[in-house]
């Protein structure tokens, strides 16, 4: 059956919730013929074949009363089931619509999203734009998928109901209710296919509050690395999976450890065991409500067992400072760990697709960032405040996922080999919220290995990591500082992260020599590549 | 009344059963399941759930009344049943009585 928004908009589920209450009422009425039942037994009072004779009427009048019973209950079930499964369906569709009509774009019946409003001439609100049309759509498409699944399953449960096949057994008329009650359930609307953030969380908001609960409790893989499912049921689903992990790599022993000393206090984004390396995306606050967000993504090296408990303090810390300068409750603040890769390690140096010399491994890995921190948008009614930074091989891994269109409002580069890019314009980010920090004697800040060295990035804002008198904060050397705690750098974070602009400690130093250098080189290959050009197209025998 | 060769009965008792169906048929009767149905196309107005709706209030409808007919004939089959053992001992009763205060064994 076709169903349009229009359909949708129309429906009444508190009808279906009166209607499960008028029915409760009936079967409570019907369950109370238990006495009278039983009282009619003639066994004792009458034996012989008439008394038999009576006694087998009277049980098939009960056996009917049980399926009458059962099938009482599993129509309450059903009903309370549709009730709120239709509630959910309508309300996804409404905010949809609300949403479509704040952001200028129209709903038709059949549940196409319109963008009516002239064009932008700036490219990232194009993009944004875009965005914002495929997440309206998304979830347009998923209310009316859950709407359907409820009529669906409300109308079969009513035909099974209907052609009798709802079996009270031949017990007490309370465990006929019982066994209708299961019946009622309903089969799980199953995760949408091949489907962006917004059809994963508007399927999600589709279920039902003890749908959720059964997926978490029994099918958790499917949402625990799912981006655009909250953060709490990422986390509950991801705790589930770890709990089933018989032997614990070392990695996992930490991230236990981890997770049992701040039960409260941390969020199992994702996990993924299948690789060599254990992959792990940690939050440290309520990623659900937070108004700020920081995602980091660290670099060459890292491992889940040598340093989730290293960079768990970090974000710690930065959240404390965010909080000092921000002034406004802890709960406004929240990081995330990004191990959703595998970092090159050493070992890897020489293995191609794997090396820390190439950007093989920051490229697939961008990927799965791009499709996190859209999560983290798209899981969210509100708008975040979203923030990444990447470090070191992470900030490569950051500049690619920048590339695609995620929703994020700062972007800061620390101890950058390279974003990926020669022109900021490529990346999906906001003018003027691109940060680069790059500490004196940071070596892999001056390499220069991925595009144009970030310290000659037009449009990027360079940040102090020096000692700053007004903010009382320390100096910071070499390619591990970024994040000490009282340091400029950390401080510049925070203020990025806070969403507090004027705190930010700007670099007013000169460019290091390793820099000038480096941009000397990329200027002279600039030169070369453009007189290769000049020459290929005015000298018609050039090479 | 009671026989160790075939059967016994307490007609009372079987007219205290008579009765808890007959109450249990009248309890059911007073119910109408059928019209919290209807409710359902209020609820979803075009919906596939609201016809299945219409035909469950249908086989509803006539599968409690069903019930409430077969419980009633079944209170009344249980009275008769106590009706006609009371009339069968009575007649019996009749019988030997009107044999007066004849010594059983004066033939």
């Known amino acids: ?210 749908e959720q609960r059964r997926i978490i409790a029994l099918h958790p893989e499917w949402i625990g690395n799912t981006d655009g499912i909250p953060a709490r049921a990422r986390h509950l689903a991801n705790l589930r999976l770890l709990a089933r992990w018989g032997t614990p790599t070392a990695g996992l022993r930490a991230l236990q450890r981890l997770l049992a000393a701040h039960p409260d206090e941390r969020q199992l984004l994702a996990l993924d065991t299948t690789g060599r390396d254990l992959r792990v995306v940690l939050g440290v606050g309520d990623l659900d409500r937070a108004r700020h967000v920081l995602v980091v993504t660290p670099g060459f090296g890292t491992t889940v067992a040598g340093d989730l408990d290293a960079w768990d303090d970090r974000l710690v810390d930065l959240l404390a400072r965010s909080r000092a300068l921000d002034g406004g409750p802890a709960s406004d603040h929240a990081a995330v760990l990004w191990l959703g890769h595998a970092p090159p390690q050493l070992d890897d140096t020489l293995v191609p697709g794997r090396t820390v010399l190439r950007d093989d491994a920051a490229r697939s890995a961008a990927d799965d960032l791009a499709g996190f921190l859209d999560g983290v948008d798209g899981s969210r009614a509100d708008d975040p405040h979203l923030g ?17 269109s995620t929703g994020v409002d700062e972007g800061a580069f620390l101890g950058s080999p390279g974003t990926g890019t020669d022109d900021l314009g490529d990346l999906d980010l906001p003018r003027g919220h691109a940060f680069h920090l790059e500490a004196s004697g940071d070596l892999i800040g001056d390499a220069g290995l991925f595009g144009r060295d970030p310290s000659f990035l037009e449009d990027m804002r360079h940040l102090s990591t020096e000692a700053s008198a007004e903010w009382g904060t320390s100096g910071g050397r070499g390619h591990s500082s970024y994040f000490d705690d009282g340091s400029t750098s950390q401080h510049n974070l925070a203020a990025i992260a806070s969403g507090h602009p004027e705190a930010l400690v700007d670099d007013t130093g000169p460019p290091s020599l390793p820099d000038l250098t480096r941009e000397g080189l990329w200027r002279l290959g600039e030169l070369d590549a453009r007189l290769e050009d000049l020459l290929a197209r005015h000298v018609p025998a050039w090479p | 009344m009671s026989n160790d060769a075939g059967f016994g009965v307490r007609p009372p008792a079987l007219r205290d059963a008579a009765g808890a169906i007959a109450g249990a048929a009248e309890q059911l009767g007073a119910l109408a399941p059928a019209s919290a149905l209807s409710r359902i196309e209020r609820g979803l107005p075009g919906s596939a759930s609201a016809a299945a709706a219409r035909d469950l209030a249908r086989v509803w409808r006539r599968g409690y009344a069903e019930w409430e007919a077969a419980a009633r004939r079944h209170g009344v089959a249980l009275r008769a049943g106590a009706d006609d053992y009371e009339a069968v001992d009575a007649r019996a009763a009749a019988r030997l009585e009107s044999r007066g205060s004849r010594d059983p064994l004066d033939r």
């Open chain 1, 388 to 404: 990444v930074a990447g470090h070191s091989y992470g900030s490569l891994v950051t500049g690619l996922a920048l590339r695609h």
């Open chain 1, 1 to 210: 059956m076709t169903l349009s928004t229009g359909d949708l908009l129309a429906w009444l589920p508190h009808n279906l919730a009166a209607a499960a209450d008028a029915l409760a009422g009936t079967g409570a009425s019907l369950r109370a013929l238990q006495d009278e039942l039983d009282d009619a037994s003639v066994i004792g009072l009458w034996t012989g074949s008439a008394g038999a004779s009576a006694e087998a009427d009277r049980l098939r009048l009960v056996h009917a009363m049980n399926d009458l019973v059962a099938s009482m209950a599993c129509v309450v079930r059903g009903l309370d089931v549709a009730a709120e499964g239709a509630a959910h369906a309508r309300r996804v569709l409404v905010e949809a619509m609300e949403w479509a009509r704040a952001e200028g774009f129209a709903v038709d019946l059949a549940g196409a999203v319109l963008d009516v409003r002239p064009p932008s001439p700036d490219p990232h609100a194009v993009a944004d734009r875009l965005r914002r049309h495929h997440e309206i759509s998304d979830h347009v498409e998923q209310a009316l998928v859950a709407a359907r699944h409820t009529d669906e399953e409300l109308a079969g449960l009513l035909g099974v109901v209907a052609l009798g096949l709802v079996d009270g057994g031949s017990g007490r008329l309370s465990g006929a209710a019982t066994l209708g009650t299961r019946e009622g359930e309903r089969t799980l609307l199953t995760p949408p296919v091949g489907g962006r953030v917004g059809d994963w969380n508007a399927w999600w908001w589709g279920l039902t509050d003890g």
